[in-house]
């Protein structure tokens, strides 16, 4: 349609008007957004408890060990819910339109919840554990934080190939580094555990994404860790062996996984070169 007065196009300048109208409904959060911003607050608020529950008590002098081990507890069990949040919103935002604002969202969570609260969590548990070195358990702390870093940035600018990730994902080198500090060994093994934890995270090693039946096993084990921090918490009978066979488990995870992608890496490098020979002596005269 024409303006009989400017001969200037209405229909234009609405479509016009219209795209400028829109373009904030893109940066509006979606739901797997909201799922997201549930993972940085559970990540948050582990700080918050480590922080009040552990440390502050610790540093007045009113620390009790009943207070302490329930405080310990839900920070760990807020980063194990920052994990599920951190599953269910990469499923959501593939079985849904997720807004623009999702990756950057994700890795910010990520960074809170799987990089400072276990960063944390291992700084407070050198300043308060008999055996610890405070000023070594902060580099500790400083190499988990800039692994995950680390890790989030190469995630964001290396391509892999699909249902694979590089490097040990966050959340789970994030639950490992937590169940090396509550497994209470010595400090030096400990220490040891933690920046080998850390190197994975930074490593070339493949591991799966959790997707179809992984995704559903790696829930449970959630859950099932959820069960056993809460046992341990209130005291329970067999709480106590529970969380160690918990952390325990989680440990030879992360050292088992790590076998398996090398030997993978391994056969497949020489079925390559079989190949290749046989290629070659078949080129052959």
């Not at 940035?153 to 994902?169: H, I, W």
Request: aromatic share 8%; charged share 15%.
């Amino acid at each position: 349609m024409i303006d009989p007065d400017t001969q200037a196009g209405w229909v234009a300048e609405a479509e016009a008007e219209d795209d400028t109208e829109d373009m904030p409904l893109s940066l509006r959060l979606s739901i797997a957004d909201t799922l997201t911003l549930g993972n940085a607050t559970c990540g948050f608020m582990a700080v918050y408890f480590t922080t009040t529950g552990i440390l502050i008590p610790h540093l007045t002098g009113s620390n009790e060990s009943g207070m302490a081990r329930n405080s310990a507890a839900t920070a760990v069990i807020l980063m194990l819910l920052a994990a599920i949040f951190d599953l269910c919103d990469g499923l959501v935002a593939r079985k849904l339109r997720s807004s623009p604002m999702g990756a950057e969202l994700d890795n910010l969570s990520d960074l809170i919840s799987f990089g400072l609260a276990p960063a944390y969590f291992v700084l407070v548990y050198g300043m308060v554990a008999d055996d610890a070195q405070q000023k070594v358990s902060a580099v500790a702390a400083i190499v988990v934080l800039l692994a995950v870093v680390l890790r989030l940035a190469r995630f964001s600018c290396v391509t892999m190939k699909d249902g694979m990730f590089q490097g040990m994902p966050s959340p789970f080198g994030a639950l490992t580094v937590v169940s090396i500090v509550l497994l209470e060994l010595p400090f030096i093994p400990t220490l040891l555990a933690i920046i080998g934890t850390a190197w994975l995270m930074v490593s070339r090693v493949e591991y799966p994404k959790p997707r179809g039946v992984l995704a559903v096993a790696m829930l449970g084990w959630i859950v099932a860790a959820m069960g056993m921090l809460a046992a341990w918490a209130f005291d329970a009978p067999g709480g106590q062996v529970l969380l160690q066979t918990g952390c325990a488990l989680q440990i030879v995870m992360a050292a088992t996984i790590p076998l398996f992608a090398t030997a993978r890496r391994v056969n497949t490098f020489r079925d390559n070169r079989r190949e290749s020979r046989e290629a070659r002596t078949a080129q052959l005269p």
